[in-house]
């Protein structure tokens, strides 16, 4: 089935630290997946953070970067630099946007926890 | 600007009592309209969607029931509750033309 692994929380990086949360997916009934990071923060909702559509290619936001790699089924998350700010859970998600069902697979979510 | 409105923010239920968890839209006419769920430890999943008024479609059983009986609204509930219920619940909704989606702030339910 259609599924999402990511890095057990919850993860401690000191501010400044860089860093990498993996995800690795497995899309068996989704011929095309999209990918996508989702982040929430304490006491809001969920935001989408970033997401990449095609195989190969790289999406950015907030300064996390996270490539789609199809060859090892991945699409990890990185920061160079983590702020205290960053202090959030994480979800890597796959889906079939197309259609009205839509329906996101979710991993269970990475807890970060930026010491200053 | 479209705004995503979940109400209340956290419960404490005893098993068997009802519940009804709601979520409305505003700004954004005939959005798509889904219910998420996550039991602690456990991952989000879909429990319902909604592309319009008075119709949904149940994708998980959870011994949960969802109406839509507005455009912008969409309703979660139960008659009798079980333990296996508590968790973390998000409302979403989707443009119809495949755009990303935009979730609320969840309701944590705890069932006693």
């Known amino acids: 089935g259609d599924s999402v692994t990511q890095t057990e929380g919850p993860v401690t990086v000191s501010e400044s630290e860089s860093l990498i949360i993996n995800c690795t997916y497995s899309?068996?009934?989704?011929?095309?997946?999209?990918l996508f990071w989702y982040v929430r923060y304490p006491g809001e909702g969920l935001q989408l953070l970033l997401k990449v559509i095609t195989a190969g290619q790289k999406g950015s936001s907030r300064g996390f970067e996270a490539t789609y790699n199809k060859e090892t089924t991945s699409f990890h998350l990185q920061k160079a630099s983590v702020q205290e700010s960053d202090s959030a859970v994480y979800y890597c998600?796959?889906?079939?946007?197309?259609?009205?069902?839509?329906?996101?697979?979710f991993g269970l979510g990475t807890t970060l926890q930026v010491q200053p | 600007a479209q705004t995503i409105h979940q109400w209340p923010v956290a419960e404490i239920k005893a098993v068997g009592s009802p519940l009804s968890l709601g979520c409305t839209i505003k700004g954004k006419s005939s959005p798509n309209l889904y219910w998420y769920w996550q039991a602690t430890g456990g991952t989000l999943q879909q429990l319902f969607y909604s592309i319009t008024v008075g119709q949904v479609e149940s994708v998980v059983q959870l011994n949960l029931s969802a109406s839509r009986p507005k455009d912008d609204q969409f309703i979660l509930s139960t008659e009798k509750l079980l333990l296996s219920h508590s968790g973390f619940y998000l409302c979403?909704?989707?443009?119809?033309?495949?755009?990303?989606?935009?979730f609320g702030s969840g309701t944590r339910l705890l069932v006693i």
């Open positions: 899309a068996t009934s989704i011929a095309y997946p999209n």
């Open positions: 979403a909704w989707r443009g119809q033309t495949n755009s990303d989606y935009t």
């Open positions: 998600a796959l889906g079939a946007i197309t259609g009205n069902t839509g329906k996101l697979i």
